[in-house]
């Protein structure tokens, strides 16, 4: 007997798809720059780093969404992620062929802002 499209759901309304993304988006950014397959398409690094990081700030988003909290509360949960974001950034510079870069910060930050934007039009909703 599988899982119910209840119980999927239910799951979804927790942190833990948030964490699993997160901790997803460590271990592949703990890879030495030799396991990285590469695209030769100028920008394409970028868009790869907002829609990582969109989906991790939707996941983030869908969580609060059931969350009764105040705004103020939800934009400080945001600004740890950012700073989530830029830990992960700068913990690339100990990885081997790997280095820190404001632009995939700022790529980072976009998509976090990104599924920012989500939470609220999904919260002006409800």
């Known amino acids: 007997m599988g899982i119910g499209k209840y119980q999927?759901?239910?799951f979804?309304?927790?942190?833990?798809p948030t964490l699993i993304w997160f901790c997803l988006i460590w271990i592949l950014s703990s890879l030495p720059s030799q396991h990285i397959p590469s695209v030769n398409?100028?920008?394409f690094d970028k868009l790869?780093?907002?829609g990582i990081y969109a989906i991790l700030?939707?996941?983030l988003g869908?969580?609060?969404i059931f969350k009764d909290w105040?705004?103020?509360t939800v934009i400080l949960i945001y600004v740890f992620l950012l700073?989530?974001?830029g830990l992960d950034e700068y913990h690339q510079n100990f990885i081997p062929g790997r280095d820190v870069s404001l632009y995939d910060f700022m790529a980072n930050s976009t998509g976090i802002i990104i599924g920012f934007l989500f939470y609220l039009h999904k919260y002006d909703r409800s």
Not at 12 to 16: E, K, P, S
């Open 12 to 16: 979804f309304r927790t942190i833990y």
């Open 70 to 72: 105040k705004l103020t």
């Open 62 to 64: 869908y969580w609060l």
């Open 8 to 10: 999927k759901m239910k």
């Open 83 to 85: 700073l989530l974001a």
């Open 41 to 43: 398409i100028i920008g």
């Open 57 to 59: 700030g939707c996941l």
């Open 48 to 50: 790869e780093h907002i």
